[in-house]
């Protein structure tokens, strides 16, 4: 059938077609988008015009869409992605040859755009406003193998789910500007920038890396996931953050372990597609690779809480009590945020239990609160808290201690007196000068101090249920005040990091004791200190004196508390009537619905698991903001704006805890791998070793399609950029008994697929 006549019958078959120049494959002679027909005297007039016009078929508004492969094996796809494709009607862009072509489908009404994404790593995606070249049109291409050729005839099938839900998420994730993927070639290139092998924050690699885990187990696709991965990855590369041989080592190892985890999404495959992880770093590098390197690290810097840029002078003067507060601090020459965080555990340790926030999730939230002081050893963290006890002035005063086991931390409220639990006090604050004395409670056999922490953080009821009545103890939710102040070296911080899973560093909030803001000279003059009235109501007892309790001698020796005053009735639920609900800004409701609502919607947080808990820390800080400001009744949005700059001190200064992990961590790394024999040298090796994989493959392969066949058509058929690795990979084959080598004249041979049995 001649070009006119093909033209003709694909309007027949009710698709729109416009000429394309001779020879090109990118010129229409027409406006395609709005001048495309199938109108046969239209037709007629073209190709009378000039017979040799090629056939342009206007995709969009023929009600198709085309997946244009770029592979020739679908085999070197996703499997889901191949079985989808092979359903299509497949044009061969290759003769016959092959599986790359055109896979055509009817949209099914639906106009997709011509934005790729999902599909970039194995081609481009023809929609709305695309369009293909036809058959019979001539290749430009026809001398080196090319040729338009239908596989097959008939109706043209339905878009597969699985291809439909793919394009889906292309159009509302896709760039506007996306580019197509690199090829081998300019993908080796963009490997060996030497920009792009940079390490000067090689600790930022784990957040792409823990996203992508987080989405994979979440259920989203392992397939658009590591594209979105990998893009965020290599903007980092760009930026200088870390080495794109480690981005290719790191992503490849959690991608193809992506497969195994039992927390994937259970429609997802069980193996990746043949190179699918390569094909995927070719896109990503593609979209990356013009960015500018500048507007990067300032992005980075931005949004990397590590290097978060805080206002704190707007912060200390924003209301007298926290100016005083910062200039006591100065003038007992320790740091202002570590005295500060002090300060916001002794506080929140003397408002009644009773007092709690509106239940906004679930229940109502108590204030119990915790705060981490890093420093080194020494470095800090008692002198804080010496001044912080000299600068807030109670009333009652706050009941330290240091906990013990999970009961322990129940046992400093109350004790047994055979069956009968006595009540002491319902408000403690936990002192801990090491965080490895923490670490060494955790860790012994049986511990509970880690789940008892969280559930405290949290207000619920504390206890154990023994079977012993006299060893049973019950705290109930709302009875009890709790607060804490650990001192964390930083690189011992891994104590409460490693339990990010149990959800423990997040209940924490992190100062340090530095101050590099202070006055050099003088030594700054004392404010004097803050006092605290006592809340006007609730019940709130540190100390049993306070209440004047009556003793009696048993007669084995103990003394038992008589209480008149007051019952605080720990073990006994509270009245909800007598709980004390703090008023809290609208603005504050709209920002836990919207989080509430995305968790809903089964969606990640942005923050990742260690900010799980950041908008409820917030609202606690701002609760403490308004009681150091002399307020009992309500939240104010002027506390939770304060309450921001606090939440983002806390987040820099844990970031830059784990950056002391991490950078650890690379130095271990490191000698690590110069005991090997230099490690970045074995990583550099996995590029080639991909490309001698590839190599291996086509050789394999064509040579077992050929049977036989010479070294130079070999050399011919091989990407560019493999050539150089041809020898030794039919060298490998051979070793491995896949095929034969037969020598020819001048150091040619032949090569020989061998039959495996």
Known sequence: MDLPAAALAYAEAGWFVFPLAPGTKHQPVVKFSTESSRDPDQIRKWWTENPDYGIGLHVGRSGLVVFDVDRSSLDELPPDMAEALAQGAHQSSRQGVGDRGHYVFANGGTQFSNKAKA?????????????????????????????????SAGPVPELPVYLRALLDYTMQHAPDDEAPALTDAELGAFMEVPEHNQRDRPGRIAGPRNWFREQVEAGVSIHVTILDALCWALREVRAGAYSVVDVMAEF????????????????DRDRPGSNEFMAALAWAAAQVKDEDPEALRQRMDRDDPANAVID??????????????RDFARSRRVGPWSMFGCVLARAVAVIPPSVVLPALVGDHAGLNLFTAIVAPSGGGKGSSEAAAKAFL?????????TPGSGEGLVREYAYKKKSEQIDLRNSVMYSVAEIDSLAALQ??????????????????????????????????DHRYRMSMVAGVQPERSHTLFDDADGGTPQRFLWFDTVDPHRRRGARTTSPGPLKLPRWPDGVLVTEADDRQADKTAGDD?????SFDALNLRLGSPADPDSLHVLDIPQCVVDVVDAEIDAKLDGKVPAGGKLDSHGTLMRIKVAAVLMWLNGRTDAITEEDWELASVVK??????????????????????????????KREVAKAGEVDEV???????????????????????????????????LDDAVDRLVEAGVIACEEGAQGSYEVVFKEVG
Do not use: C
């Not at 599909?119 to 023809?126: I, K, L, M, T």
């Not at 002035?393 to 201690?401: G, M």
């Not at 394999?700 to 058509?713: E, F, L, P, V």
């Open 691 to 725: 490309r001698m994989q590839r190599a291996l493959d086509g050789v394999r392969r064509h040579a077992q399609k050929a049977g036989r066949i010479s070294r130079k058509a070999l050399r011919t058929r091989l990407r560019a950029e493999l050539r150089d690795y």
């Open 252 to 267: 490849q190892t959690d991608f193809h372990e992506a497969f195994t985890w039992p927390s994937r999404s259970a429609s």
């Open 648 to 677: 983002s001190m806390s987040d820099r200064t844990r970031a830059r805890a784990i950056g002391v992990l991490r950078d650890r961590a690379d130095e271990a790394n490191a000698a690590r791998g110069r005991a090997d024999g």
């Open 119 to 151: 599909f970039g790593p194995y081609g481009e995606v023809r929609g709305k406003n695309g369009f293909i070249v036809a058959a019979p049109t001539p290749h430009v291409k026809a001398s080196d193998g090319g040729g338009y050729r239908w596989m």
């Open 312 to 325: 704190e002078e707007a912060f200390w003067t924003a209301r007298p009590e926290l100016t005083q507060l």
């Open 443 to 476: 860790a012994r056999s049986g511990a509970t101090l880690g789940g008892e922490l969280r559930k405290a953080w949290m207000s619920e009821m504390l206890g154990f249920g023994y079977k012993a009545e006299e060893n049973r103890y019950r705290l109930e």
């Open 557 to 561: 020796g103990e003394t038992t508390y």
């Open 393 to 401: 002035i109670t009333d009652p005063a706050v009941h330290k201690a």
